[in-house]
């Protein structure tokens, strides 16, 4: 590849193709200066089949990195993962909404875990998306350490 072809973006993001967060998503990506500067893969439960080690998931999500990491030189992978989630909701009974978001930081770490040992030039930010309303009109943004 010529170098003028080469783009180059600062991250790539996985969140959930849920509708009703992507407004929200939209000004949160914003905020911190990702707008225009990341690749955006979706998919329902966001890194949930990393996690599980669902094999089709893991390839599918493990040739995007690859494609953002060697061809835009992504640094950064910000995991975005949210409340009331139906992908969660499917393979889970959360006693109640502490419990999800619990389950789901873990999820988030093991998929920190198994991207890290890929990529180790990449760093890992978890986002937990907290929705105060079913509509999705207002989502309070939280960087998990
Ligand atoms: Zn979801």
């Given at each position: ?12 993001v996985?969140k ?22 990341c690749d955006v893969v979706s ?103």
């Amino acid at each position: 590849m010529t170098e003028e072809h080469k783009h180059i973006c600062g991250s790539i993001v996985f969140k959930c193709i849920d509708f009703r967060l992507q407004n929200e998503t939209k000004r949160w990506l914003s905020e911190n200066n990702l707008s225009g500067d990341c690749d955006v893969v979706s998919i329902a439960g966001s890194s949930k089949g990393l996690s599980d080690d669902d094999s089709a998931v893991v390839r599918l999500l493990m040739e995007q990195l690859q494609i953002s990491h060697d061809l835009h030189g992504s640094k950064e992978v910000v995991l975005i993962h949210h409340s009331d989630c139906g992908q969660y909701k499917k393979s889970y009974n959360f006693k109640d909404a502490e419990e999800e978001k619990l389950t789901q930081i873990t999820d988030m770490k093991k998929s920190e875990e198994i991207i890290k040992k890929h990529f180790p030039d990449m760093s890992v930010k978890k986002v937990w998306a907290q929705m105060n309303d079913p509509e999705g009109k207002a989502v309070d943004f939280q960087i998990i350490e």
